[in-house]
Structures are given as C-alpha cells and as structure tokens.
C-alpha cells in the first residue's frame, strides 16, 4: 500500500517543541530542539524557518499619497518643485534615488549635476542633503563623495518609482 502524505499544521512550534521536549528521556535543549524540527520540515535551522514562514510586512497602497507625490514630477518624470509635506517629499525622493546609479561613488559636482538632471529647479544642495537625511544617500565627512544606500522601497514608494519610469520611456519615445 502506498504512504499518502499527512499535512501537519503546527500553530505555535515553540509550544510544540516543549510538549515534544517533555516526552523525551534524554534531556534536549529547547533551542536544539526548534531545530531538529526545523530540519525535519525541510528547513537549515529554526532562525530560517522563521524567516521563511513569516508572513510578508506589507503596508496597504496609500494611492492618494501616491498621486499626490507623482503631481510633482512632469511628463518627463522630472521632479519640479519641492512638496511641503514631508510624506509627499520622501515619496518624491525615492524616485530620484531610483535613477541614480548603484555602486558608484560619485563626488558633489557629479552628484548634483545627476540631480539637476532629474530636476527643472535647480537645487541640487537640497535633494542632496534630504536624501543623506533618509538614508538613501551617503557621503564622506568632508562632503566630498556621495553613494547611494542600497535599500527596499515599500510598496508606496515601488509605485512612485514605476510611474515616474514610465514618464521618462514615454517622454524619450516623444522626443524621437
């Protein structure tokens, strides 16, 4: 007779490991024991299962703040304007840090003219500390090198991102 697969759903491992744990002769640590689980589930250890089986963060589509952030950029996908709000202004920086190039350390005249090429004002000083501000950028003590931060946009800043892409392939498909 063929062994037909039994699905075993386990609420909480760490109680099932102590019910385990207290079945056994041989006294068992419980961290040790997580992990015999996870392996015999498929896993390395206890810290991957729990990486794998979390449920993802995700944060609802905000697509007002959305909206409101892509009012700022022109049919180019250029920034044109600097949004009081600060959510608005996070969102907008995002997009410019999507376009800067990864890996590559740039100086301040490289960086800002990068900036003002994303840009119709010219106020490259001011993206550029905004974006040290959030992280997205780094720079040296002196001021003198620039690197972009490799980060995960979320799932607000994902759109943002997309949009403001689509604008600069459309706007270059114009110009042709």
């Known amino acids: 007779m063929a062994r037909r697969p039994i699905a075993l759903t386990i609420p909480d491992v760490g109680q099932f490991a102590r019910t385990l744990r207290s079945g056994l002769e041989i006294p068992v640590s419980h961290q040790s024991l997580l992990?015999?689980?996870?392996?015999?589930?498929?896993?390395?250890?206890?810290?991957?299962?729990?990486?794998?089986?979390?449920?993802?963060?995700?944060?609802?589509?905000?697509?007002?703040?959305?909206?409101?952030?892509?009012a700022w950029f022109d049919e180019r996908g250029r920034l044109v304007g600097w949004p009081g709000r600060y959510k608005i202004q996070g969102l907008c920086l995002w997009a410019i840090w999507s376009q800067l190039p990864d890996r590559k350390t740039l100086d301040e005249r490289e960086i800002s003219s990068q900036i003002d090429d994303l840009c119709t004002f010219q106020d490259a000083a001011q993206i550029r500390r905004a974006l040290v501000d959030m992280r997205l950028l780094t720079r040296t003590l002196d001021g003198a090198e620039y690197r972009r931060v490799g980060r995960r946009p979320g799932p607000n800043e994902l759109a943002v991102i997309a949009a403001v892409r689509n604008r600069i392939r459309s706007g270059r498909l114009r110009q042709r």
Do not use: I, M, S, W
């Not at 896993?43 to 007002?64: I, M, S, Y």
């Open 35 to 70: 992990n015999v689980v996870a392996r015999a589930a498929g896993f390395r250890n206890f810290q991957h299962l729990k990486v794998e089986c979390a449920p993802p963060e995700t944060e609802p589509l905000d697509g007002r703040a959305v909206e409101r952030a892509l």
